[in-house]
């Protein structure tokens, strides 16, 4: 019996490393929203593995075992970089002397680049949502794909204009939504300062509570502020994030309750984490427009 129960547990683990090694290069991103463009970009030809899955911050993300074992094995490795995954840098940086690893975030054009308000030499890491700075990144990929793994070279030049495509439709499509908000009320306020890319992009004012990364700590006054701008400007809602406690937001609709001013929820958006894998939301393109909808059906 005891025997049995030995040749079992070897049977699971031949299988499970079988089942791993798919005779494809393994390809290791941080966010959702990177490993979802080099799927687009890539195609079948790589195997994607994402190491930060739905509601995960990345700001106070810690690799575990699990993850190092991932990098390990990776062939080639997709960051976002501009200190988004803040604690992970330095395995970036090791790393780098074993394999192939890309910060997409930081070949885009400086000028491209926001930055903290509060602190100008802070570089705003969520470059995805404005979708004409998001394709300099997904560039990047495609570059490194080719070098890499040269021998699908048209393919991926073929992917990542047929991605391109889609984006620009997703770009035009957001404004037109966009515009059905009345001019005064194109203003979005959320937990953390996750939105200004996509403020810039598409004419919209944006107040964070917390700063650039959830790991910012925020206080009484800058609830009262937030409350004091919500009241002012007539505001009616605010909006949640996937991967941010909801503490924060629920502090400043109080604040604006105890003030006579009613705030409602909006909806829950995706700032630094997509929707779980296998639903339209676990996508760019379905995150995205997630995002839109909600906003716009709350704001107009």
């Known amino acids: 019996m005891f025997i049995l129960f030995i040749t079992a547990i070897l049977l699971v683990g031949c299988s499970s ?13 941080t966010t959702g929203q990177i490993a979802d463009a080099v799927k687009e970009i890539a195609g079948d030809n790589v195997e994607v593995k994402s190491l930060m899955g739905p509601g995960v911050d990345p700001h106070l993300y810690k690799a575990t075992q699990g993850d190092l074992q991932t990098l390990e094995q990776a062939d080639t490795i997709f960051y976002n970089g501009l200190a988004l995954e803040g604690k992970m840098s330095d395995i970036f940086e090791k790393m780098k002397k074993e394999k192939t690893v890309s910060a997409i975030g ?8 926001l930055s903290d308000p509060m602190n100008p030499k802070l570089a705003d890491p969520h470059i995805w949502f404005d979708i004409d700075v ?25 992917n990542e204009k047929a991605y391109f495509d889609k984006l620009d439709e997703l770009s035009n499509w957001a404004d037109t939504r966009i515009n059905e908000i009345p001019e005064q009320q194109r203003v979005l306020v959320t937990a953390h300062d996750a939105f200004s890319y996509f403020g810039n992009s598409h004419g919209m004012e944006v107040r964070g509570l917390q700063g650039l990364s959830t790991n910012s700590e925020y206080g009484l006054k800058d609830v009262q502020n937030i409350v004091d701008f919500l009241a002012d400007e007539n505001i009616k809602a605010v909006f949640i ?32 984490a997509m929707g779980a894998e296998g639903t339209e939301e676990g996508t760019y393109i379905g995150m995205y427009k997630h995002n839109v909808n909600t906003i716009v059906d709350s704001l107009k």
């Open 134 to 158: 998001w394709k300099i990144a997904v560039a990047e990929i495609t570059k490194t794909l080719i070098e890499e793994y040269p021998d699908n070279k048209d393919e991926y030049k073929k």
């Open 17 to 29: 490393k079988t089942e791993e090694k798919s005779g494809k290069p393994l390809v290791v991103t």
């Open 106 to 113: 930081e070949v885009v054009p400086a000028d491209r680049i």
């Open 241 to 272: 994030e996937s991967s941010v406690s909801e503490k924060a937001m629920n502090a400043v609709i109080q604040g604006a309750k105890e003030k006579g001013h009613t705030i409602q929820v909006g909806g829950e958006l995706f700032s630094d």
